[in-house]
């Protein structure tokens, strides 16, 4: 019975007791726990990118009118398992002069600081890996190790291209960072706790009703950070080299590759978790189980939507992207900070209905005025390259037979 | 000699390696890894002090932003860095010396507080109490001038490090 | 107190050790058949020009710092969002003037042009 | 647990290598790093004399923790002017060793 309502807990009891039974500490016991736990989130993690590689692949297939991966199995879903042991056996091509140290640390880094969130992301009512005081800080903090593994990858290759790619990730990175981490203020205010237990907790009601422009904020912000389209500037395929990871080969080049992919889905993890309701929802408490499923359903909810933004945005130009982040979104996260501290503290002792309505008016004049804003300061159109008049090709110019098909 | 103890010596004795290198190695840009790491080292002991939040500062601030802004600027004078004149003065001995004695002579000077040898316990849950260290921030009781204070400083960084950055008369001597 | 953090250093551990491990097996299991050409860097077939540590960019470093600044607002920030549903009006109205100076401080690098991407 | 002077003696060992990275090194940036050294040195006796102030006097004693925060701003600062002033410098006179930086030598 008890192991239906919540089986990982009734497993790690169990596992407890026989270890204490055969002798063990108790200390010994919890040690042997935390190591079991920890391996088996990091591994699960890591394969679930697999099937992460067969979504995203089939459904950006489907949206572009294209079948996706149909040949591996049934709707193709062993496709990334073989692709996956392909790429094991591909060489490792080291380019000359590279650093060697920091070009094997980097992927190793890129993965580790994506895996890290995991840890502290609770799962259900009673499951969470480390419930830190200052998780939510955490989640934030481990992404700056990220950030020294491209930095390490773009210039452990000794490749010019390499060194630029990682400047521009990094550019990127650190600037959507700053109104991420101010529009996460809003959850931490309501919440008033840094704990993402806690902020899972405090979502009565789901801080995306109570904060929805933060949300939108976030969200952009997120979506920036995992560097796909319409942010992927770094490594635009069809216009640079493939950014900081041009010269890895083989896995090397395959652990980017996941930690992209395992990126994008922990942001959707992280943006359901904390305006979401995480693992909240009727009858999570009584039967932990069900909060496995609650959360899982949000996340995909939240991940189908990055993919639809992969799939249907045009690439903004990289002058397009700082002044979305610099002059619209810092700005913006600002004054949603400000506001929403003015008016949370004014409508306090309402009763919910009232406060949500009065969140949701705020959030809507607030939206509104910055559309507004944007569209009265709509930016110049882009500097023309070169001469206005440039030289073009005429119909009365050019000799009448040398077109034959036009001459009609 | 507990875990924790073992824990602690083990990343000390990194850091202050890492710390070594960083003032040793000649590679600028391996000087900043080591300094990485040395944060990093730092973070631990701070978790080990039981300062959450400030160990986690410490990643977001101290190797999220800052020493990604020292690796900017090795890069941006990174014609200087390839040159292989010796990166350390002549006499390196004396500061040594004197970086050495002063060590022993912090140390001796500690030791003679009572409280030197001061076996720290666990702090019971929460101590590292962030709301209250808000509401010390902010109340007028508390620290609320150092508070707007830093604020005014950060806007002082901010424009003073802006004006000298952007250089628009920059002589195109390349 | 500690045993959080105790499984956060235990996953970190396992979260770098895992890919290590895999990128390792991959590397028995690949042919090694290196040669000149083929480790020499790559830009697409050309020669490479110059030295692969190019001088930079300033802008890079302008919105490193500008990140750099707000990221230490934010931390200033942070112990103030976890008390405020216990906090005064007046708390409230410290962190406005807090804030307006920091946007001052955007507002003259938005200005002085330093955000734009040149 | 850990005793309070082992602390101690690793801020202090942190701080003199950072001293003497800044009395040693010939280039800008590095001694700012070491600077860096020293600051993370102070913030770990603050840190330290927090948690001890805070064994010794039961309840809420966060001054210590205050000013770590304040350090970390200093520290900020300090690391955003200065690297301008170095890259300035760098451009206009093509050097970042200390020694060439003689301006104001009569």
Not at chain 1, 87 to 112: C, M, R, S, W
Not at chain 2, 144 to 163: C, H, T
Not at chain 4, 27 to 52: D, G, Q, R
């Amino acid at each position: 019975m008890g192991f239906w309502r919540d089986p990982i807990t009734f497993i790690g009891a169990w596992l407890r007791d026989l270890l204490v039974n055969t002798g063990l500490s108790p200390m010994g016991a919890e040690l042997i726990g935390i190591v079991l736990g920890a391996g088996l989130l990091a591994t699960s993690a890591m394969l679930l990118v697999i099937f992460l590689i067969w979504v995203e692949r089939k459904l950006i297939g489907r949206i572009q009118d294209r079948f996706g991966p149909n040949r591996v199995g049934p709707w193709g879903i062993f496709q990334p398992v073989a692709d996956m042991l392909k790429i094991f056996t591909k060489e490792y091509i080291t380019p000359i002069g590279a650093d060697k140290l920091a070009y094997n640390i980097a992927p190793v880094l890129a993965v580790a600081s994506v895996l890290m969130v995991w840890a502290v992301i609770p799962f259900s009512f009673t499951v969470v890996g480390a419930d830190l005081s200052v998780g939510f800080l955490f989640i934030l903090a481990v992404g700056a190790l990220g950030e020294m593994g491209y930095i390490l990858a773009g210039w452990g290759s000794n490749n010019k291209y390499a060194l630029l790619g990682a400047f521009r990730t990094i550019a990127q990175l650190i600037s959507y960072e700053v109104p991420m981490i101010i529009s996460a203020l809003i959850p931490i205010m309501f919440a008033g706790t840094l704990s993402v237990t806690g902020i899972v907790l405090a979502q009565d009601i789901w801080f995306i009703i109570i904060a929805p422009a933060a949300a939108l904020v976030f969200f952009i912000a997120s979506v920036a950070r995992i560097g796909r389209a319409p942010f992927d500037l770094a490594e635009a395929e069809s216009e640079l080299v493939a950014g900081y990871n041009i010269e890895y080969s083989g896995l090397k080049f395959g652990m980017f590759f996941v930690a992209e992919f395992l990126q994008a889905f922990t942001m959707a993890l992280i943006f359901a978790t904390i305006f979401l309701g995480g693992w909240r929802g009727p009858g999570a408490e009584q039967f932990p189980i069900l909060g496995f499923l609650y959360l899982l359903i949000k996340t995909s909810a939240v991940y189908f939507i990055t993919i639809l933004f992969r799939a249907t945005l045009p690439r903004f130009r990289i002058d397009q992207m700082m002044a979305l982040n610099w002059k619209i979104l810092t700005p913006f996260s600002l004054s949603i900070v400000l506001v929403m501290a003015l008016v949370g503290r004014l409508v306090a002792s309402s009763p919910d209905v009232f406060r949500v309505a009065v969140f949701l008016a705020v959030n809507a004049v607030l939206l509104v005025a910055v559309d507004r804003l944007i569209t009265l300061n709509k930016r110049k159109p882009p500097r023309e390259v070169g001469s206005r008049n440039r030289p073009v090709a005429q119909a009365e110019v050019l000799p009448a037979q040398s077109d034959p098909g036009a001459s009609e | 000699m507990t875990g924790l103890q073992i824990i602690f010596l083990i990343v000390t004795g990194v850091t202050l390696f890492s710390a070594i290198m960083v003032v040793s190695v000649r590679k600028m840009i391996h000087a900043v890894l080591w300094l990485v790491q040395t944060l990093l080292g730092v973070a631990i002991l701070f978790i080990t002090l039981q300062a959450s939040f400030f160990a986690v500062v410490q990643i977001l601030v101290f190797i999220g932003a800052i020493s990604i802004l020292i690796l900017f600027s090795v890069m941006l004078a990174s014609r200087v860095i390839q040159d292989s004149s010796p990166q350390v003065v002549k006499k390196w001995w004396l500061p040594a010396l004197v970086a050495t004695l002063l060590l022993g002579l912090l140390v001796n000077f500690l030791a003679l507080w009572p409280g030197f040898e001061t076996t720290l316990v666990e702090l019971p849950e929460g101590s590292d109490n962030i709301a209250e260290l808000g509401h010390v921030l902010i109340s007028p009781e508390g620290y609320i001038i150092p508070f707007e204070l830093a604020s005014i400083l950060l806007l002082a960084a901010l424009i003073g490090a802006i004006y000298i950055a952007i250089d628009r008369k920059e002589p195109q001597s390349s | 107190m500690l045993s959080p953090w105790l499984y956060i250093g235990v996953f970190a551990l396992i979260a770098m050790f895992l890919p290590a491990v895999a990128i390792t097996i991959a590397g028995f299991l690949s042919p090694k058949k290196p040669n000149r050409i083929k480790n020499s860097t790559y830009e697409c077939g050309m020669e490479t020009v110059g030295p692969s540590k190019i001088q930079f960019k300033v802008q890079y470093y302008v919105y490193t710092l500008v990140f750099l600044i707000f990221d230490v607002e934010v931390v200033l920030l942070l112990p103030w969002a976890v008390a405020y549903n216990q906090l005064a009006w007046y708390a409230i109205f410290e962190v406005f003037f807090f804030i307006l100076i920091l946007l001052g401080g955007l507002l003259y690098a938005w200005r002085k042009g330093a955000l734009e991407w040149r | 647990m850990i005793p309070l002077s082992w602390y101690l003696i690793a801020s202090a060992a942190l701080f003199c290598i950072g001293l003497f990275g800044v009395m040693v090194r010939k280039n800008a940036i590095t001694i700012f790093m070491s600077i860096e050294l020293m600051l993370n040195a102070v913030n770990i006796n603050l840190i330290a004399f927090w948690h001890y102030h805070s064994q010794m006097q039961s309840g809420p004693h966060v001054t210590g923790l205050v000013f770590v925060a304040i350090v970390i701003v200093v520290a900020a600062s300090e690391v955003a002017v200065g690297l301008a002033l170095i890259i300035s410098a760098y451009r206009r006179r093509k050097t970042i060793i200390i020694d060439d930086l003689t301006l104001l030598k009569g």
